[in-house]
């Protein structure tokens, strides 16, 4: 059964930093992209970050670009958020996917059928 479980979200104030994880399972993991998604209330789900867990290749919303960056631990199937400089505009409910693609910039994920969501761990930047 592939499970992805999200950890690490919580409150912290504006310009503060929190890591996510996402742990993976149930798929080898070296065979797909695991992307970073969020939703905030009122609006539709954003793609923030993707990654290739074959070669390490990373991609990035406009809005978090130098502020977060993405990173996997294959020997531990995890992927993290690292999400420094956080904003308010930030809080959301925050998902991983696999897999993930990225066309003309913008993230995806995949469709129920065909790849697998976590649960959400929710971020919250106070002012």
């Known amino acids: 059964e592939v499970q992805l479980v999200e950890s690490g979200g919580g409150l912290v104030q504006a310009g503060g930093s929190l890591r996510l994880s996402c742990a993976a399972s149930g798929f080898t993991f070296d065979d797909y992209a695991i992307g970073w998604f969020r939703q905030a209330p009122g609006k539709e789900r954003e793609g923030v970050s993707c990654?290739?867990?074959?070669?390490?290749?990373?991609y990035y919303a406009d809005s978090v670009k130098g502020r977060f960056t993405i990173s996997s631990d294959n020997a531990k199937n995890t992927v993290y958020l690292q999400m420094n400089s956080l904003k308010p505009e930030d809080t959301a409910v925050y998902y991983c996917?696999?897999?993930?693609?990225?066309?003309?910039?913008?993230?995806?994920?995949?469709?129920?059928?065909?790849?697998?969501w976590g649960q959400g761990t929710q971020v919250t930047v106070s002012s």
């Open positions: 990654i290739s867990s074959s070669d390490g290749s990373t």
């Open positions: 996917a696999a897999p993930c693609t990225v066309v003309a910039g913008t993230i995806y994920g995949p469709m129920e059928l065909f790849g697998s």
